[in-house]
């Protein structure tokens, strides 16, 4: 019934001032519309998110938001020099050096916005 239907993650911010100037002056997205709830985030081929204001705390145990990238590498050394910090993990796939894990099917990475909500990145093995 649903599956016909656009989705969009939604992101709570307990300061929506700091979440604005992370997600728009840090990782560049772009507001596509500025809502009584919150600011909606457009993103590649159609997607896109919602930051609202919320006084309940993510647990920032689990990936909030994935985000396909083409160059894993490339980005997660741009976005250190954007100030991001990177989450280190301990499994054998993992490598602390970069930042990445890498699976048979995808490499990726992760990294908390400034409100707690967990991100993560991905490259999908052969594709973009």
């Given at each position: 019934m649903l599956g016909r239907y656009r989705v969009h993650p939604t992101l709570p911010a307990a300061d929506m001032a700091r979440a604005r100037r992370f997600y728009e002056d840090v990782l560049g997205f772009e507001p596509s519309a500025e809502l009584p709830g919150g600011v909606m985030y457009g993103a590649g081929e159609g997607s896109r998110f919602l930051v609202f204001p919320s006084s309940g705390k993510p647990s920032g145990d689990h990936?909030?938001?994935?985000?396909?990238?083409?160059?894993?590498?490339?980005?997660?050394?741009e976005l250190e020099s954007?100030?991001?910090?990177?989450?280190?993990?301990d499994f054998p796939q993992f490598d602390r050096a970069t930042h990445v894990a890498t699976f048979p099917a995808n490499r990726s990475a992760w990294f908390k916005d400034t409100e707690g909500n967990l991100l993560g990145i991905v490259q999908f093995v052969g594709q973009g």
């Amino acid at each position: 019934m649903l599956g016909r239907y656009r989705v969009h993650p939604t992101l709570p911010a307990a300061d929506m001032a700091r979440a604005r100037r992370f997600y728009e002056d840090v990782l560049g997205f772009e507001p596509s519309a500025e809502l009584p709830g919150g600011v909606m985030y457009g993103a590649g081929e159609g997607s896109r998110f919602l930051v609202f204001p919320s006084s309940g705390k993510p647990s920032g145990d689990h990936t909030q938001v994935g985000i396909t990238v083409d160059d894993l590498p490339t980005t997660v050394r741009e976005l250190e020099s954007r100030g991001v910090t990177f989450e280190d993990y301990d499994f054998p796939q993992f490598d602390r050096a970069t930042h990445v894990a890498t699976f048979p099917a995808n490499r990726s990475a992760w990294f908390k916005d400034t409100e707690g909500n967990l991100l993560g990145i991905v490259q999908f093995v052969g594709q973009g």
